[in-house]
């Protein structure tokens, strides 16, 4: 399987050069050059597959001859080597945990099975791998633990200050080795711009081998796809066969993979991509005019995104026809007043607890239902564990949330991260001297 730009169909690469390069020269992102169809006989019967088992299938389909099969059945198993149970809160809505890894966040998936297609390539005696990442708050806790230790290679995670929560900055900031942290004085997107910055720059990609660890790398969406069919495999079992998918949607890579997973056969009936007030996608499926601007923050901080990088994926997996997009997915956003809301009635209602953007994808499940008529199978992603965002709750909820023991174990560790502001000449230099 190759890959091509989605600036440049006839650029062509294997999957490993798409992997360390992660983004090409003509600032495309990557997309396998077909869709392939998993067969028939996976969909009816994949109740019966497991989480691992599943993952092979859609890997191997994605990936075909670029790493042989038993090294690959090695590697899914290594990497996705923890639960994403679809939780009952009544008898026609689940909530999908993602939480469940070393990060306790979704993008463990992608960054675990990421870090260990790196390593599967790297040789001794090549070149360090510097990797690059922007994170808004769970991408960077799951790279700097899916990249600890690992051989030959430098992590480096740029971060805005003041908009992480407490525990994802000590996840960033406090695990050493080959991690490292800069807190950037500016935004998310702002962090990403450098990012992007850095590989387009001509001396840096002399002087470093460079990656990123963003959702822009296709290593990172592929295993996203994972969870999906899991979750279908989950309803199906429960005798459901229609599903609609409510995605706590930021950078926009989460729904993304939803959606190749809907493109090589697994049966969705919707997808609804639920924003917070960061609303770009939303405006544009209702204006049709695709208008970035300025994150704004809010308490879904890993959705703070005002520039989505991966939509130019999503309007690939279309053919550029937003009316092809539109069918398949609609749009909610809610403020923070809505999400707290939202945390509150999930409590009262279920006994749950959920993190903000878990709640703001809730309320689009809510939304859809009314404003649809539908009363089928919803699953709703939960994206992070709640203990990640302590200041977002009231005290009653708060007590309720029970915290898992790698956050104690992050208590007391001292903080290590350079500050720069939102200049590329000022990281650039930061870069090229540490």
Known sequence: MKFYSTNNKDLRVSFKDAVFNSMPLDKGLYMPEEIPQLPASFIENIEQYTLTEIAYEVAFALLKDEIPAEDLKALVEEAANFDAPAVALDEKTFVLELFHGPSLAFKDFGARFMSRVMAYYLRDGEQLLDVLVATSGDTGGAVALGFLGVANTRVTILY?????????????????????AIEIDGTFDDCQALVKQAFADEELNKKFRLTSANSINISRLIPQTFYYFNAYAQLKRKGFKDVVFSVPSGNFGNIGAGLLAYKMGLPVKQFIAATNVNDTVPRFLETGVYETKPSVQTYANAMDVGAPSNWVRIMNLFSEDATLVKEKVCAYRFNDEETLEGIKTIDSKYDYIACPHTAIAYLAVAAYRKD????????????????KFPDIFPAELAAKIEIPASVIALEGRTKQADELGVDFEGFKEWLIQS
């Open 372 to 387: 649809y008529s539908y009363d089928g199978a919803a699953v709703f992603l939960s994206t992070a564990h709640a203990c």
């Open 160 to 180: 805005p200050k003041g908009k992480v929560s407490p525990i994802q900055e000590q996840q960033l900031t406090t695990l050493g080795q080959n991690i490292r």
